[in-house]
């Protein structure tokens, strides 16, 4: 399953590195400011991705501020930058300039108890400025997750404590009907969201880009 996404400045739909190097086009537009460098990075956590142009100027802390907005926050767990799964930490004091180049790929996980892996990697760097720090260039679109019992309307809920079994997915109408054969699902009952954390602790959708993190706006 590969998953699209629309490009922020033109509105087309690309997948894959077909969307990094059309974005690569755009970036090469912007103009440029002196002794400023912007890095166009790409946050995989396969089906999902986010395109991003951030800051060199702008911490480590921002990013892992921004995942979070985005993908992540449930309840405040910890999280890190490191150079690879068991390397070596990057602090959140850290400037971008200093953390990446092109083609640098770091590692980032939020939660050491049920964790949320990412990569990073770094595409290209521009020699301009991103004013808000963090700009989002792209992100999957929703993911078409159908319904596990009638196979046919959108999910928009999952039961948690069915992980691995036949029927995970609901929409609304089978997910009413789940709820009562399910003694569980009081608690284990998700709503069903555009990020990797989706059905993970109390995650339940993020703060920025709404109109594309929930199956219904
Ligand atoms: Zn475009
Ligand atoms: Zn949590
Ligand atoms: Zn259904
Ligand atoms: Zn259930």
Not at 108 to 126: K, M, N, P
Request: overall charge negative; charged content about 30%; aromatic content about 10%.
């Amino acid at each position: 399953m590969q998953s699209k996404g629309k490009c922020i400045y033109c509105g087309k739909l690309f997948s894959g590195s077909g969307l990094s190097r059309h974005l690569a086009t755009h970036l090469k537009e912007e103009p440029v400011a002196d002794r400023k460098r912007s890095y166009h990075l790409v946050v995989d956590a396969k089906p999902y991705f986010l395109h991003l142009l951030m800051d060199g100027d702008a911490e480590m802390e921002e990013l892992d501020s921004f995942l979070r907005a985005i993908w992540l926050e449930c309840c405040g767990h910890l999280s890190k930058f490191s150079t690879a799964r068991w390397g070596q930490e990057i602090k959140m004091a850290t400037k971008c300039r200093r953390a990446f180049d092109k083609g640098t790929e770091l590692w980032y996980a939020y939660d050491f108890g049920s964790t949320t892996e990412l990569t990073i990697r770094c595409v290209d760097a521009y020699p301009t400025a991103t004013k808000e720090g963090i700009r989002l260039l792209s992100r999957n679109e929703p993911l078409d997750i159908k319904c596990d019992h009638c196979k046919e309307k959108p999910a928009e809920e999952l039961c948690t404590v069915h992980y691995g079994e036949d029927e995970v997915f609901f929409c609304e109408a089978c997910a009413e009907q789940h709820m009562e054969e399910c003694e569980d699902a009081e608690y284990a009952m998700m709503p069903v969201v555009n990020s990797p954390r989706m059905g993970v602790c109390g995650y339940t959708g993020g703060q920025i880009d709404l109109e594309r993190d929930q199956i219904e706006a």
